[in-house]
């Protein structure tokens, strides 16, 4: 284990290829996230289950936290078949696949109707194409998060006013329109750079995930948190077209099924907040506030239209017809 944390990238993969061969094939798995991410739990999970559905064929080797490939690099890694899979944030395709991000509107597809209603619709069977025509396969589309939270260390960011003049961490420039039409500056970061640029104060405020919040130690560096159901963020479960394609088809079932599994655990069932991720938070000594129903509405007011007017700009007819499909589910 100590060697294997001592190498990185290419060299890393040398090794294992070398080491690869007690079963039939292998599925190189890379993260970005922390091993108490909810994501990350649920892909150790999908390697047992791979393990059982293919009776111990397919080898599932997990490269969490961006140890092998930053969240950036994945695209390429699995594309090229550098790696078999990867998981990709939906936030992070950027101007590859910009409809991708057209589920960071503010409040357009929140609930866990919503979620579900989405997944396996025609517009995600778009999103697949799109997907596939830049050299990937998705197989799963597993809920990262359906909230945000706004963290500071100055105070409460709950309405419009409190966003004017600060640095914050950016998503998407999709996204950051929403940010810079409430007053806000947005400096785009991964999420495993952000612990670092808030405690040096590179940027003032955060955005992430509640659960991310705590499992990346916001806590530690920022004493307030301000809840809401803004978004709908996907953590896509990506593999090469070509080693898929390849593979034995009761293999490739068995690890579909895997992959559907970790969807449907994923899919989020309460409305709103849950009390207990804020009660994670809050224990860790966060002043976490949740947005009424009315302050929800100040920032949706003041977000949407810009970030769906520059979702249309950006993506053209395909953007419109995607926001049709998902108005119509």
Not at 71 to 84: L, N, R, W
Not at 203 to 224: P, W
Not at 295 to 313: E, H, N, S, W
């Amino acid at each position: 284990m100590t060697m294997l944390k001592a190498l990185s990238g290419p060299a890393l993969l040398v090794l294992l290829a070398g080491t690869a061969n007690a079963q039939d094939y292998t599925m190189r798995l890379s993260h970005q996230f922390p091993p108490t991410h909810h994501t990350a739990l649920r892909m150790v999970q999908f390697e047992k289950d791979v393990e059982a559905q293919t009776g111990g064929q397919v080898d599932v080797q997990i490269f969490g936290a961006a140890q092998l490939f930053g969240p950036t690099q994945h695209h390429a890694a699995v594309a090229s078949g550098e790696i078999e899979s990867a998981i990709i944030l939906n936030l992070q395709w950027g101007g590859t696949v910009p409809e991708m991000a057209v589920t960071l509107i503010p409040y357009l597809m929140t609930s866990p109707e919503a979620q579900q209603a989405f997944i396996g619709s025609q517009a995600s069977d778009m999103l697949d194409d799109k997907m596939r025509a830049v050299g990937v396969q998705n197989i799963a589309w597993m809920v990262d998060t359906n909230d945000l939270i706004f963290t500071s260390a100055k105070g409460p960011l709950a309405a419009p006013a409190d966003f004017e003049g600060i640095k914050i961490r950016g998503l998407t420039p999709l996204f950051n329109e929403g940010l810079k039409a409430l007053g806000a500056t947005p400096v785009n970061m991964p999420g495993s750079e952000t612990y670092q640029a808030l405690q040096t104060g590179v940027i003032d405020a955060g955005v992430t995930g509640v659960a991310a919040a705590y499992s990346r130690k916001f806590y530690e560096v920022q004493d307030f948190g301000t809840a809401t159901p803004m978004f709908l963020a996907f953590d896509n479960l990506v593999v090469n077209p070509s080693w898929w394609d390849g593979l034995p088809e009761d293999l490739r079932a068995g690890i579909q099924h895997a992959a559907d599994k970790a969807v449907d655990s994923s899919i989020i069932t309460h409305d709103g907040i849950d009390p207990a991720a804020i009660k994670v938070l809050a224990d860790a000594g966060m002043d976490v506030h949740v947005l009424t129903d009315d302050q929800a509405a100040q920032l949706r007011d003041v977000m949407q239209p810009a970030v769906r007017d520059a979702f249309v700009d950006e993506t053209g007819q395909d953007g419109e017809t995607l926001l049709k499909l998902l108005e119509s589910n």
